[in-house]
């Protein structure tokens, strides 16, 4: 167990879980409009076709079902999309075999794996992950922000809560992003990769006394409402293209519905429809 959750002790009677990049932070288009969709055009040769390519690429990794997924397997749906209708890509069942059978899905693993088997399109893959890594790095910081309200919703939440960042980034991009708007004032604690998944994390959190039922995960993707179902958990949705009125949403309204006992059931299902519908239309 990560040493965060064990110096970490409960405050409040309840908890509110908060995702960070395209949720909080509006930090996952720039992402992948400049830096994921562009470095596998480049990788692998299909520039002519950039634009379709791009939006494929978009689709499946920031407005469907699979928003959020990780980078490996958004790759090869891209690339198979890409396969025969924009040109031919070398070694897909090879990646699809590492992608599926893997346990872990990183640099580390790819590196891993090339030690056992030569393999042009994992090699690739590598090229391209070590090159989406350094142009984000390269992204200005001014342009990763957090959306309208997202600071007013905190500070709300805070009144009433202990509020948890649950996220999947590395911790020193969330430490820095939270720090320079001034939303690491309204929180308890930092779960990032480094303290494990989003639902491990949400678990611990648990064990120091919450009720399931006076705990939220806000999240934007699928793999949000995952983590709170699978722990029991309440989940509100911030949806993609809607960012700025969930947040309002939920300092006007949801947050009071929390707190009072009512957000669970109706109101909850009627969230999780709406956040459903949003990804598939």
């Given amino acids: 167990m990560s040493d965060i959750f064990e110096s970490y002790e409960k405050k409040r009677p309840f908890l509110v879980c908060v995702d960070s990049d395209g949720c909080a932070m509006d930090t996952m288009d720039i992402k992948h409009f400049r830096c994921f969709g562009p470095e596998m055009i480049r990788e692998w040769d299909l520039e002519e076709s950039a634009e379709p390519v791009q939006e494929n690429w978009n689709h499946v990794n920031l407005y469907s079902m699979t928003r959020g997924v990780n980078r490996f397997k958004g790759l090869l ?38 030690q056992k088997q030569d393999s042009a399109i994992l090699s690739k893959a590598l090229e391209w992950s070590k090159a989406v890594n350094e142009s984000i790095s390269r992204l200005p910081h001014e342009e990763n922000k957090p959306f309208n309200g997202v600071g007013e919703a905190l500070a709300c939440a805070h009144q009433f809560a202990d509020v948890a960042i649950v996220s999947s980034a590395n911790r020193e991009a969330v430490v820095e992003e939270w720090t320079r708007f001034g939303l690491i004032e309204s929180t308890d604690i930092l779960c990032t990769q480094e303290a494990g ?36 958990v309440l989940f509100y949705p911030i949806l993609v293209r809607n960012e700025d009125k969930s947040w309002k949403d939920f300092t006007d ?12 059931g109706k109101n909850e299902t009627e969230q999780i429809e709406a956040f459903r519908e949003n990804l598939t239309s």
């Fill in 77 to 114: 749906a891209a690339l198979e999309n890409a396969d025969g209708k924009y040109g031919h890509i070398d070694g897909l069942a090879e990646l699809e075999e590492w992608v599926e059978s893997s346990p872990e899905l990183s640099n580390r693993a790819i590196e891993a794996q090339l």
């Fill in 253 to 264: 309204t949801v947050l009071q519905e929390f707190i009072h006992g009512e957000y669970a």
């Fill in 197 to 232: 998944t989003k639902a491990a994390c949400i678990a611990e959190l648990l064990k120091k006394g919450y009720e399931p039922n006076r705990v939220l995960m806000v999240g934007d993707a699928p793999g949000d409402l995952d983590a709170a179902q699978t722990n029991g």
